[in-house]
């Protein structure tokens, strides 16, 4: 029951994203003149680099649930477009501290850090780092972490991650507003420097491979 109940949701919210990308294409010719239109849905609409992943966050012992993002570090989503579905909070002890500060946090545009309560009949898209290079920054990357929770609570939901061919060459289109890129490379200092992972021209492959590097060494050297 669970592989088609997964594979259902997956398509389900993946249909939601690409519909949505058109929107996103009209509201970045707002904010970038040069972005030529409906380039993310041209890059997205028949894409199969589409990897859903049911996750499931184990309970947390000692002090660990005290970290802001003792389940998940911060990151940002690295490719395109990612699809969320709600979570679950799980009981595994009879007597559980259902903490409500757990949960998905993200930082906002004012540099924030805001809990997301998505409610049961919704969906939330974040936008991912390839988005904001091919926008020239007109969309930036969500940095975000998932807090745990003490006392018992595990954690289960279901994210998709929408994105092209690893072959696809990450070209910014800079707004003419922007010529100095500081926008297009604007990026929180919970995350690697995007600028430091980056070159224009460079694909989308070689560009994950340089990211998933970057964190492991911002990752040793945050502890």
């Not at 040069?34 to 499931?56: A, E, F, I, M, S």
């Not at 309560?117 to 975000?144: R, S």
């Not at 590097?213 to 945050?222: A, K, L, P, R």
Request: proline share 5%; charged share 20%; glycine share 8%.
């Amino acid at each position: 029951e669970l592989e088609p109940a997964a594979k259902c949701l997956g398509s389900l919210v993946t249909k939601v994203a690409i519909e949505l990308c058109p929107l996103i294409d009209r509201y970045v010719r707002t904010k970038n003149s040069n972005y030529q239109p409906q380039t993310l849905y041209n890059h997205l609409k028949n894409t199969d680099k589409v990897k859903g992943r049911l996750l499931y966050y184990y309970p947390l012992t000692g002090q660990s649930s005290a970290m802001s993002d003792s389940w998940c570090g911060w990151h940002n989503d690295s490719g395109f477009l990612t699809a969320l579905a709600g979570d679950m909070l799980w009981s595994v002890e009879e007597e559980s501290n259902r903490d409500n500060e757990a949960g998905l946090y993200v930082v906002n545009r004012q540099n924030n850090v805001c809990k997301v309560d998505l409610p049961k009949d919704c969906m939330a898209i974040q936008i991912g780092e390839c988005a904001q290079i091919i926008t020239g920054g007109a969309v930036v990357a969500t940095p975000h972490c998932v807090k745990g929770v003490s006392g018992g609570m595990a954690r289960s939901s279901f994210a998709c991650f929408i994105d092209t061919p690893p072959s696809l060459k990450l070209l910014a289109t800079t707004s003419p507003d922007n010529n100095d890129g500081s926008i297009l490379l604007s990026s929180s200092s919970l995350v690697p420097p995007l600028s430091a992972r980056w070159t224009n021209g460079m694909t989308f492959g070689d560009f994950l491979t340089k990211t998933f590097q970057m964190y492991y060494e911002w990752n040793d050297v945050s502890k």
